[in-house]
């Protein structure tokens, strides 16, 4: 029996309910971010306090450092979703972009934009 070189139509499918809900709820958590970041939720005492002491405002700053580096991480996030979402429209969702090989599909439903299998991304790490 020849190997299985791509993930059938009904396969594709189950990943792209998968990764459709992810993206739902990363796209949701990142606006999220962005409404703190521009303080458009207004629960800030910035506009209302006559006065802010010095550790307060680094504690802020540090604050908002941390959500623009997790902000920046959740747009990657979803950047690798939608690149997911077009591979499955070309039919080369879960194939290892090194070995050509499919992806085992317990990977995928874990971290269903990966584009590598476990083996190959452990192999391009050991050799970098």
Do not use: W
Request: hydrophobic share 35%.
């Amino acid at each position: 029996m020849a190997e299985k070189t791509r993930y059938s139509d009904e396969e594709l499918e189950e990943f792209r309910a998968i990764i459709n809900e992810k993206l739902e709820l990363a796209r949701r958590d990142y606006n999220a971010m962005m409404r703190q970041l521009r303080n458009l939720d207004g629960n800030d005492v910035r506009d209302t306090s006559p006065s802010y002491n010095i550790l307060e405002e680094g504690s802020v700053t540090q604050s908002k450092e941390e959500l623009i580096q997790f902000a920046g991480r959740q747009q990657k996030f979803i950047q690798g979703l939608e690149a997911a979402m077009v591979r499955i429209e070309n039919k080369t969702y879960g194939i290892d972009r090194i070995t050509g090989e499919l992806i085992p599909k317990e990977r995928l439903r874990a971290v269903p934009h990966a584009t590598l299998s476990v083996a190959s991304k452990n192999a391009r790490k050991n050799n970098s």
